[in-house]
Antibody, heavy 118, light 107 residues
Framework: QVQLVESGGGLVKPGGSLRLSCAASGFTFSDYYMSWIRQAPGKGLEWVSYISSSGSTIYYADSVKGRFTISRDNAKNSLYLQMNSLRAEDTAVYYC???????????WGQGTLVTVSS | SYVLTQPPSVSVAPGKTARITCGGNNIGSKSVHWYQQKPGQAPVLVIYYDSDRPSGIPERFSGSNSGNTATLTISRVEAGDEADYYCQVWDSSSDVVFGGGTKLTVL
């Protein structure tokens, strides 16, 4: 069965960095687009970043452009999100999600909480 | 940027039909996906490409999309359907866009 398991969240000070990971299993990871989506406490869903199956095409939301970097290692069935220059408004649960087609998310991980606070 | 508008809340009695709308400029020309999110859980895809249901999603869930409004319809509502529901599209200029979410309350 498809499984996506995020890790790497935690408490970080403003201006700090964090690297999230998403371990995929139960499907051929290298065949799928992937995205990171976040949800601030008590708020709605916000798409963060996309990476193509090969990693050759990447997109970011304007809110994180220049600060976040998405990457993947198909040999390790893993997706990553390097987050730098973190701000209080980046506080959220971060989900990785599988995209069978662009902009459709059929499986989501359980999420990892990132808290940016001094 | 492209905006999707959902009502903040919808209430329905058990056994009745709930309709959750998602408004957007000419949304009928786009593909709409719907997600259900229960408290403390990750979102679950319940409708994709306007009206298709993933395996495991009850037939009570259906979707439609035309003009400026997409609609998620839940027939014979059950207590277990109480959740937040989000519509979502992919737009060439805005990339992935989510609606603000609708809290479905089963009375």
């Amino acid at each position: 069965q498809v499984q996506l398991v995020e890790s790497g969240g935690g408490l970080v000070k403003p201006g700090g960095s964090l690297r999230l990971s998403c371990a995929a299993s139960g499907f051929t990871f290298s065949d799928y687009y992937m995205s990171w989506i976040r949800q601030a406490p008590g708020k709605g869903l916000e798409w963060v970043s996309y990476i193509s199956s090969s990693g050759s095409t990447i997109y970011y939301a304007d809110s994180v452009k220049g600060r976040f970097t998405i990457s993947r290692d198909n040999a390790k069935n893993s997706l990553y999100l390097q987050m730098n220059s973190l701000r209080a408004e980046d506080t959220a649960v971060y989900y990785c999600a599988r995209e069978p087609t662009r902009g459709e998310f059929d499986y989501w991980g359980q999420g990892t909480l990132v808290t940016v606070s001094s | 940027s492209y905006v999707l508008t959902q009502p903040p809340s919808v209430s329905v009695a058990p056994g009745k039909t709930a309709r959750i709308t998602c408004g957007g400029n000419n949304i009928g020309s786009k593909s709409v996906h719907w997600y259900q999110q229960k408290p403390g859980q990750a979102p679950v895809l319940v409708i994709y490409y306007d009206s298709d249901r993933p395996s495991g999603i009850p037939e009570r869930f259906s979707g439609s999309n035309s003009g400026n409004t997409a609609t998620l319809t839940i027939s014979r509502v059950e207590a277990g359907d109480e959740a937040d529901y989000y519509c979502q599209v992919w737009d060439s200029s805005s990339d992935v866009v989510f609606g603000g979410g609708t809290k479905l309350t089963v009375l």
